[in-house]
C-alpha cells in the first residue's frame, strides 16, 4: 500500500521535472487513489498494534522537533527586529504562523479524541 503511494508520487516527481507537468499531476493522484482503494476495499489488518506504536512515536517526535523550531525560531526573529539586525522577511514569518496553526490544529484533534462521546 505505500509501495503504491511511493511509486505515485516518484513517477509523478520524475514526470514533472521532465516536463509532463499535467501527467505527472495525474500519476501522482492515480498512486492516491490506488492507496485508498487498497486501503478502503482489504478484509485484512494492514497495521498492528506495533505500527499503532510507531505512528505515535513518530507523530510527538515530529511535533517536539517543530516545537522547538517554533520557539526558538519565533524568539529569535522578535528580538532580531527589536535590535534592527535583521528583519524576518514575510515568508519566514507566514512560515512560524504556519507551524502554530499546526500545533492548534494537533491541540484540537488531540482534545477531539480525549474528550469525544
Keep these: ?8 508520487v516518484a513517477v509523478g516527481l520524475v514526470l514533472r521535472s521532465i516536463g509532463y507537468p499535467f501527467v ?9 487513489i490506488s492507496t ?3 486501503w478502503r476495499s482489504t478484509s485484512l489488518t494492514l497495521f498492528d498494534e ?3 506504536e510507531l505512528e505515535r512515536r ?6 517536539s522537533v517543530f516545537a522547538v523550531v517554533v ?5 529569535a526573529a522578535r528580538v532580531l527586529a527589536w535590535t534592527g539586525i535583521y528583519t ?13 496553526v499546526l500545533f492548534l ?3 484540537f484533534i488531540g482534545a477531539w479524541y480525549r474528550y469525544r462521546g
Excluded at 500500500?1 to 505515485?8: D, K, P, R, W, Y
Excluded at 505527472?24 to 492516491?32: Q, T
Excluded at 513518530?58 to 511535533?63: I, N, P, V, W
Aim: charged share 5%; hydrophobic share 55%; net charge negative.
Design 88 to 100: 524576518v522577511p514575510p515568508v519566514l514569518a507566514g512560515a512560524l504562523y504556519g507551524y502554530v
Design 36 to 38: 485508498l482503494a487498497i
Design 50 to 52: 506495533r505500527d499503532q
Design 1 to 8: 500500500m505505500i509501495g503504491t503511494l511511493l511509486a505515485g
Design 58 to 63: 513518530t507523530a510527538m517526535t515530529t511535533l
Design 105 to 107: 490544529v494537533a491541540l
Design 71 to 75: 520557539v526558538t525560531g519565533a524568539s
Design 24 to 32: 505527472g499531476e495525474a500519476v501522482y493522484w492515480l498512486g492516491i
